[in-house]
Each structure stands twice: as C-alpha cells, then as structure tokens.
C-alpha cells in the first residue's frame, strides 16, 4: 500500500497536447468527406411529411431530385403563395417536368440511365392536383420510379 | 546581428483551436442527408394493348380520400387508423381457397387470394398530400405486415429487415445472392399491386 502514496508534489508532467490538432484534422476530414454540401438551395418551403414504411434511398448518382412547395418567404411577393416545382435552382411550371427529366436523364452514364429514381420532396401542405400532374408527366417520359421522400415517424403525426 | 540560437520555435498550441474554428464551422453548415422514403411505382403511360382483362369486383378494394382528408373504403367511410388492418384483412381473404398461406376469414365475397387482391386508391386535386402519404404509408404497411409473417414463418426473419438488407450496397455480394430468391419468394406470396387512378377533377 505505501508503495503508492510515494508520489511528490511537483512529479506531475503535463499532458502532451501536440497531438490534439492531429485528432481535430482527422474529426475535421472526416465531417469533410462524409458529409454533402446541399447541391442547391431551397426556394420553397419544405417540410416533408412523416411515414413509418420508408426504405433508403441509396446511391445519390442514381436519384433525380424534384422539390414542391410554397415560396419561402422571400419569394413570396413574387410568385405568391400557390405551391410551385423547383427544378435544380428554379421555379417551374408542371409542363417543363418532363424535358427536365430527360436532360437529366442524357446526363447521367449509360448504365444507369434506367435505374434512376425520381426522388418527390413535396411539402406537406400541398395538394394533390399538383402532385398528380407531375405524376403525368413523369409517366410521359417513363421515369417510374418514384419515391416519396419522407421523414421517419409515425405518420398519423401528418393528420394534425 | 548574429542569432544565438536558430530560429525561434512556432507556437502550435493555437492549432487546435483554429482546427476546432473549421470543424464547428462544418457540423453546422453540412447536413447529412439521409433520404428516405416511399418507394412506389407509377403505371407506364400506355397501358398494354389488346389486353382486356377483366377483375373482378371483389377483387378490387377501392380506397377514396375527398379534399377534406376523409376515407371512403368499400363504398363505407372509415377512421385512417383503421384502414391498415381492413387492408389486411381484404389481401388475407384467401377466398378461393387456393392460397394455403392465408390466414383470412375466407370470405367469399372479398378477394380471391393476394395474387388477384388490388387495390385501388383514388383522390380528389384538393386532397392534402400528407393526407395521401398517411393512406400511401399504411397500405404499404398492410403489405409489409403481411410479408413479414411469411418471412417470419419461412425463415424467422422480418421481409423489411432483409429487403433493406438486400438492397443496401454495403452488404457483402454472398450474402445478397442468399438473400435474394428469399425477398423474391416473399414479394410473389404477396404481390404488391397498388393502382392509382387518375386524379378525379370535382
């Protein structure tokens, strides 16, 4: 027992905190690659609604992203207050749908060009006339596959 | 001047804190993206011609939601909470006797069995789209309740833990190769046929 009381007052050496940048770096490079920088921003509201069957989308080269909602505030006193599509960084109306999908479609590799999946973020306040016209259109150009991107929960949470 | 010694040493100490700067600077604005959702197939655009198939009537469970939200489920209006267990019930019928897996009530006059069993969801241009996804998300889940007590039967197993298995790209190719005839199997005990009409205009 005596053996560890010994220890003198002025024995403590510091802690080497050279390393400390080193181990930041690596958390630093990690965020970095992981994670994706929104390839382009939201000019509609867009909360997504909830549902409890969902399945992942994997592989991001293989999904065409198409955002529905109101005009966030900014852009309100211009294009009002009706749900519009946003297509990459812009407004558009329900007929450029399709020539959207299809220039998106000739810029992806061969192989996959018949795998993509039409990924909808649709607000949850929008109405269904909206939805059912993109719908069309996307059957007019054979993208079928469509997913309804959600958030995890439990979706009677979307009936309030 | 000459120097006496060599050059004076850098003070690294502040390194970590401008790394810390960089680091908080990118948890902040990065935002993992984690999509996910309802994964659904549209009918193509041209239906297959020189095809006249008749369904039968009982074959057909016919979902509405009008522009208020409310369920009109075989001709009776029904609870949304309630509509994942009638789902169920009408695709377990097994009414013809020919599917040895159903547990249903056997009725003569709902569906056949779940190959013939489709079901058909309508909506008005006024309906809600969190609306639609609720109804969407429980009659995906009446599916998935029913092929995961197959593959529950079959191989012990829930058929949403192994198709997301199967189909995530991480999974080792053995392991996906064992995987598949099983998510195979279970999707053909229960077909998924979902038809969605054209949007009514009223």
Same mark, same amino acid.
């Not at chain 1, 810029?107 to 059912?132: C, F, H, R, W, Y």
């Not at chain 2, 008749?54 to 489920?73: A, D, E, P, S, Y």
């Not at chain 2, 298995?165 to 392991?175: D, I, R, V, Y």
């Given at each position: 027992?005596?053996?560890?009381?010994?220890?003198?007052?002025?024995? /403590?050496? =510091? *802690?080497? @905190? =050279?390393?400390?940048?080193?181990?930041?770096?690596?958390?630093?490079?990690?965020?970095?690659?992981?994670?994706?920088?929104?390839? %382009?921003?939201?000019?509609?509201?867009?909360?997504?609604?909830?549902? %409890?069957?969902?399945?992942?989308?994997?592989?991001?080269?293989? #999904?065409?992203?198409?955002?529905?909602?109101?005009?966030?505030?900014?852009?309100?006193?211009?294009?009002?207050?009706?749900?519009?599509?946003?297509?990459?960084?812009? +407004?558009?109306? !329900?007929?450029? !749908?399709?020539?959207?999908?299809? =220039?998106?479609?000739?810029?992806?590799?061969?192989?996959?060009?018949?795998?993509?999946?039409?990924?909808?973020?649709?607000?949850?306040?929008?109405?269904?006339?909206?939805?059912?016209?993109?719908?069309?259109? $996307?059957?007019?150009?054979?993208? /079928?596959?469509?997913?309804? @991107? @959600?958030?995890?929960?439990?979706?009677?949470?979307?009936?309030? | 001047?000459?120097?006496?010694?060599?050059?004076?040493? *850098?003070?690294?100490?502040?390194?970590?804190?401008?790394?810390?700067?960089?680091?908080? +600077?990118? /948890?902040?604005?990065?935002?993992?993206? @984690?999509?996910?959702?309802?994964?659904?197939?549209?009918?193509?655009?041209?239906?297959?011609?020189? *095809?006249?198939? !008749?369904?039968?009537?009982?074959?057909?469970?016919?979902?509405?939601?009008?522009?208020?939200?409310?369920?009109?489920?075989?001709?009776?209006?029904?609870?949304?909470?309630?509509?994942?267990?009638?789902?169920?019930? +009408?695709?377990?019928?097994?009414?013809?006797?020919?599917? %040895?897996?159903?547990?249903?009530?056997?009725?003569?006059?709902?569906?056949?069995?779940?190959?013939?069993?489709?079901?058909?969801?309508?909506?008005?241009?006024?309906?809600?789209?969190?609306?639609?996804?609720? #109804?969407?998300?429980?009659? *995906?889940?009446?599916?998935?309740?029913?092929?995961?007590?197959? =593959?529950?039967?079959?191989?012990?197993?829930?058929?949403?833990?192994?198709?997301?298995?199967?189909?995530?790209?991480?999974?080792? %190719?053995?392991?996906?190769?064992?995987?598949?005839?099983?998510?195979?199997?279970?999707?053909? $005990?229960?077909?998924?046929?979902?038809?969605?009409?054209?949007?009514?205009?009223?």
């Amino acid at each position: 027992m005596a053996k560890f009381a010994k220890k003198k007052d002025g024995d /403590l050496p =510091a *802690v080497s @905190t =050279a390393s400390l940048p080193d181990i930041v770096f690596m958390l630093l490079f990690f965020f970095m690659t992981v994670t994706t920088m929104k390839d %382009s921003s939201l000019l509609v509201q867009n909360t997504l609604p909830n549902a %409890s069957e969902i399945k992942k989308l994997e592989k991001k080269d293989r #999904v065409i992203y198409i955002y529905v909602g109101k005009p966030t505030r900014e852009y309100q006193s211009v294009y009002g207050t009706e749900p519009k599509i946003q297509l990459n960084d812009k +407004f558009a109306s !329900v007929g450029e !749908v399709g020539s959207y999908i299809l =220039a998106e479609r000739a810029k992806k590799p061969q192989e996959l060009q018949n795998v993509l999946t039409t990924a909808m973020k649709v607000d949850k306040d929008a109405n269904m006339g909206l939805i059912s016209d993109i719908k069309q259109e $996307l059957r007019q150009v054979n993208a /079928l596959k469509v997913n309804y @991107t @959600t958030y995890e929960g439990d979706a009677f949470n979307n009936l309030q | 001047m000459p120097r006496r010694k060599g050059a004076p040493e *850098v003070n690294a100490g502040s390194m970590a804190d401008i790394a810390f700067l960089l680091l908080i +600077f990118f /948890l902040v604005t990065t935002t993992i993206e @984690t999509d996910a959702g309802l994964d659904r197939m549209l009918p193509p655009a041209e239906p297959p011609e020189d *095809v006249d198939v !008749v369904i039968k009537q009982k074959n057909i469970f016919t979902v509405n939601i009008n522009r208020n939200g409310q369920l009109l489920v075989e001709e009776e209006i029904m609870d949304i909470k309630n509509l994942r267990a009638a789902a169920i019930a +009408f695709l377990d019928n097994g009414g013809d006797a020919s599917c %040895s897996y159903c547990k249903g009530r056997k009725d003569a006059s709902s569906s056949d069995n779940p190959e013939k069993a489709i079901i058909s969801l309508k909506n008005d241009r006024e309906t809600k789209y969190s609306t639609y996804i609720t #109804v969407q998300n429980e009659l *995906v889940g009446a599916y998935n309740d029913l092929r995961n007590r197959e =593959a529950q039967r079959l191989y012990g197993r829930d058929f949403t833990e192994m198709e997301g298995k199967f189909l995530n790209p991480e999974t080792g %190719s053995a392991e996906r190769d064992d995987l598949k005839p099983k998510v195979k199997k279970i999707q053909e $005990l229960f077909p998924q046929k979902l038809s969605e009409a054209e949007t009514s205009a009223n």
